[in-house]
């Protein structure tokens, strides 16, 4: 390895380390993805049988969801279809708030944080080159991100497949949606949070500023549950891939304006 990327990733390692420190941060860690990834699937496919048997309860359930994706679950049961429409489509948005949140708090902890713990000196005197300083900061926040969220989809597939078996009595997750979703949309939504977390950062003073004006991001993924649950959208393979599409050029966008704010210039100023 080179002398500049044993450089860079000292400085992940770093960062990953004082992250790892604070309470603030683990704690969200853990409950988050424990709640998302493992409590809702186990609640929905423990549910299910008991939903199924209301008729009139399953019928109002189809009535507001897209008509294509009631036409996609053609040939199950109702209690198959109660299963299938809530681990893998409802659900489904809501598994982005998972690499978005991870994102954000180690973004906000990696660089609001360094005002707060008055390390910002050492950064500004380090031999790192102001693009290999962006470049660190970025993947000590981004690849946590994606590695939590592979670790808690892991988990959403074991529990929905095992919780779901009784009723299913196969594997079903993960579908193509999902593959696309964690491989192309997935990544792209913690880039989101990181370039959100950097802007606001560079704007507020303390890790709990950033991490709470931040956390505005999650609100187009409530937006996207809505969405589905009321029939304006259905989170096909192809939709999901659009939606990366343009969440890749988002993050490209705030990227791009935040690390403006990480020049030693900017950082000078800040001391």
């Known amino acids: ?142 690849l946590p991100a994606v590695g939590v969220g592979l670790a808690s989809f892991v988990v959403y597939a074991v529990t929905a497949n095992a919780a779901a078996w009784p009723v299913m009595g196969r594997i079903f997750v993960p579908t193509p949606m999902w593959l696309v979703l964690i491989a192309w949309v997935m990544p792209a939504v913690a880039a989101v949070g990181l370039g959100a977390a950097v802007i606001v950062s560079a704007r507020v003073s303390t890790f709990q500023e950033a991490y709470q004006v931040g956390g505005v991001v999650v609100l187009p993924i409530v937006a996207l549950v809505i969405a589905q649950a009321t029939g304006v959208i259905y989170f096909s393979t192809w939709l999901v891939a659009a939606l990366g599409a343009v969440l890749w050029l988002a993050a490209a966008v705030m990227l791009r304006l935040g690390a403006r704010s990480l020049r030693r210039t900017e950082l000078v100023s800040r001391l």
């Open 1 to 142: 390895m080179s002398p500049r990327w044993r450089a860079v990733w000292a400085v992940v390692r770093k960062d990953l380390r004082v992250a790892l420190g604070s309470k603030a941060v683990t704690v969200p860690f853990a409950v988050v993805p424990a709640f998302f990834m493992f409590a809702m699937p186990l609640a929905v496919a423990l549910a299910a049988p008991f939903a199924a048997r209301e008729a009139a309860t399953v019928t109002e359930l189809f009535e507001t969801v897209s008509p294509a994706l009631v036409a996609s679950l053609e040939g199950l049961d109702d209690a198959q279809r109660v299963v299938t429409l809530g681990i893998v489509y409802m659900l489904a948005p809501l598994f982005l708030v998972v690499p978005l949140m991870v994102a954000n708090v180690l973004a906000a902890d990696s660089f609001a944080g360094e005002k707060e713990r008055k390390t910002l000196e050492v950064l500004v005197y380090s031999p790192l080159s102001d693009r290999d300083l962006v470049l660190a900061k970025m993947l000590s926040a981004w």
